[in-house]
């Protein structure tokens, strides 16, 4: 059978519904839950997948991810506190309704949103992660050298305020991969004797150390925050008015769709943006009055364009290994913990029919979503009042227990935290994680291409032919230089804004 | 530095002089073989020095004093979690993952709570306790993994049990 419609079979197995379902059921507490988001869900999960099959811890953490944006959105509209930044735009339009006594229209336009996202992401990942992996196919170690140096200034130039700690985040994550026994001869490199160091520093253990512990961190810090929670009390009346209200209006569901897909394929931006930006189109363009004040067609907006970014972040994923998202980093390193690597490989050879039930998940995993999400509404009403003070020590049990999952060594749990610590001193300082866990990510691929570049182009006798005059070569050095000089920009008026606030 | 005054630093400066030494580690670090071995590594901590200059320089020339906590009291307590992070994983391998794990439960929920409650701690401890049994029931009889027991015990209560 031919490998799209084999991944159509396998995912309407039971086996497969149901990883979907538990995905989604967790995925949607893990985004309700004060401070916790989708790539902190992912990161504790992430060593449990080693006992699954690769498409099966792929469905599961597909489904999590998708499902988190949604569930992000109940403290949004009850408490007006963005249950992680992508729901920045829905704590504004989500509880301006629901103080209109409609906590249960918000909540549902959430969902149906979220699920629309999910169908529409999930499309434009079925239709261009094929095409796109078949250009890697051309692509020889001088093109995945670029293409990992277009991934990192991407990164360093859309995260962040500033460029220079974004390009400083990305080296350092580089610099963190070259630990251990080097990858073109045997010499170790920066163990300082201790033999634990020389296998290198565990993918795993990082993610947790630099996206869960500062967090956890995060909420000691804010915990003392006091939040008034809105009355939540279904109504009957209210799924079909929201229905109604979301299926009439075509014209918005493809524009956030299409925010939602262009800004999930770009490297390093994710939800929060593709959120702000669809809402921003929303304020611009709709005439009716109540959008910005409250209003069902506001809520569909961002929540549609966040969803459809959790699909559509897995194209540069599965075709180049560059990841969309933070969350979409994560489960790339799954991918590669399983022996799987991204490129031409995962559409084509012996992995196709995982790649696509993978990718078929995503799409029927937003029908699991509205199935699960309606009968979970109630629960994660209560799971927001969990109070973070008994919240951020079991987070932190589970960030220990997934640390020393990996190699059952205690001494993975001691460089987590230690991580974790560096991470949060980081982030006061300005700097971003995500760079470093990309550096750190495609360090690995990125040092052999340059030593085999750099040899080959020894063996020539010419740098400008095997690093420059190459089509793929050139096209990403010019897609890097743009992205700096994107970021450069971006900068500089972030600067000047700063200034003029000062003055 | 009373408690509800806000605690501010020159995050460039600091940063700046984080990634210098960083940089001052990497080259130190990176040596023998042939370039193979060292030029990435060299590559990669040269453009470390670069911003770590540039940053410090920027901090100097302008100082951007960042909250780094909105007071004293805050900072130490995030400070003591970090801490306490620290020691739950290395008291790991001694006290057992189910008895670190109820202790650092119960430590860190009972102190961190908004209102300070003394009968509370036994609650805490309480809930500890069973979430510290229940994980290491869950992981270690569920997904196999070989938690420490503790070299103080040799084990969890439960795990005489364990098939």
Avoid at chain 1, 28 to 47: Q, Y
Avoid at chain 1, 258 to 274: E, K, R, S, Y
Avoid at chain 2, 143 to 155: E, K, M, Q, T, Y
Wanted: glycine share 12%; net charge positive; hydrophobic share 55%.
């Amino acid at each position: 059978m031919d490998p799209v419609w084999q991944g159509l079979a396998n995912v309407l197995t039971p086996h497969y519904l149901l990883l979907m379902a538990v995905g989604v059921a967790v995925g949607s507490v893990v985004g309700a839950l004060p401070g916790f988001t989708a790539t902190m869900g992912l990161t504790v999960l992430l060593p449990f997948t080693f006992v699954m099959d690769p498409t099966s811890a792929l469905v599961l953490m597909g489904a999590l991810y998708g499902a988190a944006a949604f569930g992000d959105a109940v403290p949004a509209c009850l408490i007006a506190t963005p249950g992680t930044p992508a729901a920045v735009a829905t704590a504004m339009e989500g509880h301006r309704l629901t103080r209109k006594g409609k906590a249960p229209q918000a909540l549902l336009t959430a969902l149906v949103a979220s699920a629309l996202g999910q169908f529409t992401g999930g499309l434009s990942l079925l239709l261009l992660a094929a095409p796109l992996a078949a250009l890697s196919l051309r692509f020889g170690p001088p093109e995945v050298f670029w293409v990992g140096v277009f991934g990192l200034t991407i990164m360093a130039s859309l995260t962040g305020k500033s460029l220079l700690k974004g390009i400083a985040g990305a080296a350092l994550g580089l610099l963190l991969s070259t630990v251990g026994v080097a990858r073109t001869e045997g010499w170790v490199r920066y163990a300082f004797g201790l033999p634990q160091l020389q296998g290198g520093v565990e993918l795993v253990v990082a993610l947790i150390g630099f996206f869960t512990v500062p967090e956890v961190l995060r909420m000691v810090e804010q915990r003392r925050t006091e939040q008034y929670v809105a009355e939540y009390r279904p109504q009957p009346g209210a799924l079909w008015e929201v229905l109604r209200e979301t299926l009439t209006r075509p014209l918005l569901l493809l524009k956030a769709s299409l925010v939602g897909i262009i800004v999930g394929i770009v490297p390093g931006t994710g939800g929060p943006i593709a959120a702000l930006v669809a809402y921003n189109e929303v304020l611009r363009s709709s005439k009716n009055p109540e959008v910005g004040k409250g209003s069902i067609e506001g809520l569909i907006a961002p929540e549609l364009a966040n969803n459809s970014v959790a699909p559509a972040a897995m194209i540069p994923t599965l075709t180049l290994g560059i990841p969309g998202s933070a969350p979409a980093a994560v489960i790339l390193a799954s991918l590669l913990l399983h022996g799987v690597k991204p490129g031409r490989e995962l559409f084509a050879g012996s992995h196709a029919a995982m790649t696509y039930t993978f990718i078929w998940s995503t799409f029927v995993s937003g029908f699991v979503l509205f199935a699960v999400g309606l009968l979970m509404v109630r629960l994660l009403v209560l799971v927001i009042r969990i109070p973070v003070h008994a919240l951020a020590p079991v987070v932190l049990s589970l960030a220990v227990v997934g640390a020393f999952a990996v190699r059952n060594n205690v001494f993975d749990v001691g460089m987590m935290v230690g991580f974790g610590v560096l991470a949060y001193v980081l982030r006061k300082c300005g700097f971003e994680t995500g760079p470093v866990v990309l550096g750190l990510l495609l360090g690995p691929i990125v040092e052999p291409a340059l030593i085999t570049s750099l040899t080959l182009a020894q063996a020539r006798g010419s740098w400008l032919e095997v690093f420059v005059l190459r089509p793929f070569s050139a096209l990403f050095i010019a897609l890097s230089v743009w992205s700096l000089v994107r970021g450069l920009r971006g900068w500089k008026l972030a600067q000047q804004v700063e200034a003029a606030g000062e003055a | 530095m009373g408690a509800g005054r806000e605690v501010r630093m020159n995050a460039s400066v600091v940063g700046g002089l984080l990634l210098l030494a960083v940089a001052g580690v990497a080259f130190w670090g990176a040596h023998g073989g042939t370039p193979a071995v060292w030029l990435f590594p060299r590559l990669a901590a040269g453009v470390v020095a670069v911003a770590g200059l540039l940053l410090t320089e920027e901090g100097l020339r302008r100082p951007d004093r960042v909250v780094l906590w909105r007071s004293w009291r805050e900072g130490l307590e995030v400070l003591g979690f970090a801490l306490a992070a620290a020691v739950y994983a290395a008291a790991l391998a001694w006290l057992g993952f189910w008895f670190a794990t109820a202790l650092m439960l119960a430590g860190a929920a009972h102190s961190l709570q908004p209102r300070r409650q003394p009968g509370r701690l036994v609650f805490w401890l309480v809930v500890g306790l069973a979430l510290g049994l229940g994980f290491d029931a869950l992981f270690v009889g569920v997904f196999g993994v070989p938690l420490p027991g503790g070299a103080l015990w040799g084990g969890a209560p439960w795990r005489p049990w364990l098939p």
